[in-house]
């Protein structure tokens, strides 16, 4: 079994700045891949950013630039920056990894819970 636990998410001011993160544990072989989506009320799950195991990072044009994604390979771990944030922001963001459990193994792709950031003043 594999978890994705989320940290950071809460209420921000326009404009100000939040760091999430996300710890990924279990039966975990390699990572290929560790991202962001996003969900606000009402709309579809949209990609935020998403960050290789080497390094290559990927964002969605609406937070290019205010957003910057990162890694520890060693912790299983990924962040995301978000700096000049605006209400268009606000929704549920979750967490999710791409990974093998086994080598020589099909990937798998998890979830986790999803951590709520509002942005308003």
């Known amino acids: 079994q594999v978890q994705l636990q989320e940290s950071g998410g809460g209420l921000v001011l326009p404009g100000g700045s939040l760091r999430l993160s996300c710890v990924a544990s279990g039966s975990i072989f390699s990572i290929n891949s560790m991202g962001w989506y996003r969900q606000a009320p009402g709309r579809q799950r949209e990609l935020v950013a998403t960050i290789t195991s080497r390094g290559i990072a990927d964002y969605a044009d609406s937070v290019k630039g205010r957003f910057a994604i990162s890694r520890d390979s060693a912790k299983r771990t990924v962040y995301l920056e978000m700096n000049s944030v605006k209400p268009e922001d606000t929704a549920v963001y979750y967490c999710?990894?791409?990974?093998?459990?086994?080598?020589?193994?099909?990937?798998?792709?998890?979830w986790g819970q999803g951590t709520q950031i509002t942005v308003s003043s």
């Open positions: 999710t990894t791409i990974l093998q459990k086994i080598p020589l193994d099909r990937s798998y792709q998890y």
